[in-house]
């Protein structure tokens, strides 16, 4: 007993020893509530990651504190303010939505803590508002909502109806389908963020009888939606189209059979050919038993993005100028192959079209049909200007 | 046109009607027992966890709905003796922080059991598509939750209206004393009702599972509703609560429905967004001080 009470005050006086000389990394997402399956996601992307390069970052051992903002703004604030000020850590990622992205982003810049998103990409932060401690490593909002547009547009769709939640997200993914979509917009919906029964809007649906729907409903919010619109008949007269945020891996299961032959867009596919992605959906599916979806993707390139630039400011994270430098270089080997950053930080990558379909083994599962853009970047760019 | 108001009617049918199960309840612990239980929600919830268990387990969706309704009622037997019998005699506010606990309590506990992941409840593979109805597809199971709801307010109206058990219900709600003092058992009748509502609240939270999503706080949100349906209704009258639900039901359902399409027309769709939900959001409340300016007592009020 005495043998074990010193071993245990020993490992207590050198653990804080160690955590000290570790990087922090404060990882905040959503992980409770309907959307959770994309916090979880990005969550278990980025352990993985950890998992690969041996819980280090850059050869310094790492510590990733994880907590769940309950998809809720002032939690959110809280919990951040807990990461900079109690914590002190070092960067911060994991949150899925914009609109807590962007009540979070003040105290984490103000502190000059790099923030590395691995989710939401508000125009904001892309334009007027971009900050050299923020860098997205996923897509700026709109993109993905783009290469759906052009999309449409090629396939001659005359009239779609646009849905999507009234936040910022929602909001730049229908001006994103907007801006490459040149046929007619029939209408545009905006539900509250979160809701889950759409009888009233199916019914509008129903009467407004466009060619096709675009709806950009990340979590449950989707899952409700396809199976409400399946449910009610609507399926044989209008067609559905989204991008990759409903058509992942934490939709499909949940809805099953209706998200067969579901056309949609995503900078990244599991079947993207190459050895850095493969290696990654390879130990994603031995790990934790499911594909991956793209926001797994985007939590294991946000850890890989930290792991690199880390290692090229050889772990002196107090210059911040040198830091910063290394995350613009991008010197990582991405799941969805090429990557490079903008002037604003934000990607400029492929986008790609897949589809819903039964692989090999009967699984519903995506597809990889081709490539929308090559080398996109976002329309905000020319409104950043960058502090050099 | 008359098609699209036709089919937000019965929207409007069906949410009003669920609603219908949770204020059933609730209308008759409040009015009776004069008891205000904010821990409502948390019996829905506890339902639709327990029904959405049930059903994954034995693969049958009603028999999810038979277990969440007898859990519950189980429960809620429980809850009456060991806590809520204390409270009768207590004030308001010593109810309101006890029941408020409980919510606290029962949610931290579901998310221990279940997780902090909703479940994901399917209706029944049969009643998963649409049928032809006036012309036009509508959800089989919506219909199902219209025709459940419109089958529970008959045998409500049956049991409170037509039977003796009834008729002391009626009695304690409209005088308790007396009801007492004429040798009624109002110890028994409070556990019963208090049974009855907790299974009406189970037997919604999975009805609405398929069409929502079972999660940690879920009934808080709709608890409110149903405060709103009961105050309008009139506290302590089932005949109020059905009313006032399918009142607070086609208003909301329109209002979500009709104000952002006529906002539309004269705003950006993006104006029309923001605005249109919010009003709709306000337009219950509206109805509710509309009643309560004219008749204050609510719309059927138990003690007149």
């Known amino acids: 007993m005495k043998k074990m009470l010193a071993a245990a005050l020993l490992a207590s006086a050198t653990l804080p020893a160690l955590a000290a000389d570790a990087v922090k990394v404060g990882f905040l997402s959503t992980l409770s509530g309907p959307a959770a399956g994309l916090g979880v996601d990005i969550r278990d992307g980025f352990q993985l990651a950890m998992k690969h390069l041996n819980g280090k970052l850059g050869d310094r051992p790492a510590e990733v504190i994880v907590a769940d903002d309950k998809q809720d703004p002032n939690t959110a604030k809280q919990t951040a303010e807990r990461f900079l000020k109690k914590d002190k850590v070092d960067f911060m990622t994991g949150i899925v939505f914009s609109n807590i992205l962007l009540t979070v982003a003040k105290p984490v810049f103000d502190s000059q803590t790099f923030y590395i998103s691995a989710n939401a990409g508000p125009s904001q932060l892309a334009g007027a508002e971009c900050n050299p401690y923020f860098f997205n490593v996923a897509w700026q909002n709109d993109n993905v909502a783009e290469a759906m547009g052009k999309w449409a547009t090629d396939q001659g769709m005359k009239n779609v109806i646009g849905i999507a939640p009234n936040y910022p997200g929602g909001k730049d993914a229908l001006n994103g389908f907007k801006r490459f979509y040149k046929g007619n917009i029939a209408d545009e919906m905006y539900t509250k963020l979160g809701q889950l029964d759409y009888a009233a809007e199916l019914a509008q649906l129903r009467a407004a009888k466009p060619d096709a729907v675009f709806f950009f409903l990340p979590g449950g919010m989707g899952i409700n939606f396809v199976k409400q619109f399946v449910a009610a008949g609507l399926s044989k007269d209008i067609r559905l189209i989204t991008s990759g945020f409903s058509a992942d891996e934490d939709t499909i299961p949940a809805v099953g059979e209706p998200m067969l032959g579901l056309f949609n867009s995503s900078h990244w596919a599991f079947d993207l050919d190459n050895a850095a992605n493969k290696k990654f959906v390879a130990d994603f599916e031995k790990e934790y038993k499911r594909i991956p979806s793209l926001y797994a993707s985007q939590g294991y390139d946000a850890a890989m993005l930290m792991d690199s630039a880390v290692r090229q400011t050889k772990g002196k994270l107090d210059d911040k100028a040198a830091l910063r430098k290394a995350f613009e270089a991008a010197k990582f080997a991405s799941v969805r192959g090429k990557f490079k950053f903008n002037s604003n930080h934000y990607p400029v990558q492929d986008y790609f079209l897949r589809v819903v379909r039964k692989d090999e083994k009967g699984r519903i599962t995506n597809k990889l049909m081709g490539t929308i853009f090559a080398d996109h970047a976002d329309a905000y760019v020319g409104q950043c200007k960058m502090p050099k | ?304």
Not at chain 2, 19 to 33: D, Q, S
Not at chain 2, 120 to 147: D, H, K, T
Not at chain 2, 156 to 166: I, K, P
Not at chain 2, 240 to 248: K, N, P, W
């Open chain 2, 1 to 304: 046109m008359s098609q699209l108001i036709l089919e937000q009617a019965l929207n409007g049918l069906q949410f009003g009607l669920m609603l219908f199960l949770l204020a059933a309840g609730l209308t008759l612990v409040f009015g009776i027992m004069d008891m205000i239980n904010l821990s409502h929600g948390s019996l829905y919830m506890g339902g639709a966890y327990l029904g959405a268990a049930a059903a994954q387990a034995s693969g049958s969706f009603l028999l999810g709905v038979v277990a969440a309704m007898l859990g519950m009622a189980a429960v809620g037997v429980v809850l009456e003796l060991l806590l809520l019998r204390r409270l009768y005699r207590r004030d308001h506010l010593a109810q309101v922080l006890a029941t408020f606990a409980l919510i606290l309590i029962s949610n931290e506990t579901v998310r221990m059991i279940w997780g902090p992941q909703p479940l994901m409840l399917n209706p029944p593979a049969a009643l998963a598509g649409p049928v032809e109805l006036f012309g036009f597809s509508y959800p089989a199971y919506r219909l199902l939750i219209v025709g459940v709801g419109l089958a529970v307010a008959a045998f409500l109206y049956l049991l409170v209206g037509h039977t003796r058990a009834g008729m002391w219900v009626r009695a304690g709600a409209s005088n308790r004393e007396m009801a007492e003092a004429l040798g009624v058992d109002v110890r028994l009748l409070f556990t019963g009702i208090f049974a009855l509502g907790a299974a009406l609240c189970a037997a919604a939270g999975v009805l609405l599972g398929p069409l929502l999503a079972v999660q940690v706080g879920m009934g808080e949100n709709i608890l409110i509703l149903a405060f709103v349906v009961i105050v309008i209704g009139g506290i302590g009258s089932i005949r109020g609560a059905l009313v006032g639900s399918l009142l607070v039901g086609m208003v909301d359902t329109l209002g979500r429905a009709l104000l952002p399409t006529l906002l539309r027309a004269v705003a950006t769709p993006e104006v029309a967004g923001n605005l249109g939900p919010a009003l709709a959001s306000i337009a219950i409340y509206v109805l509710m001080a509309g009643v309560l300016f004219f008749r204050p007592a609510g719309l059927f009020p138990a003690r007149a």
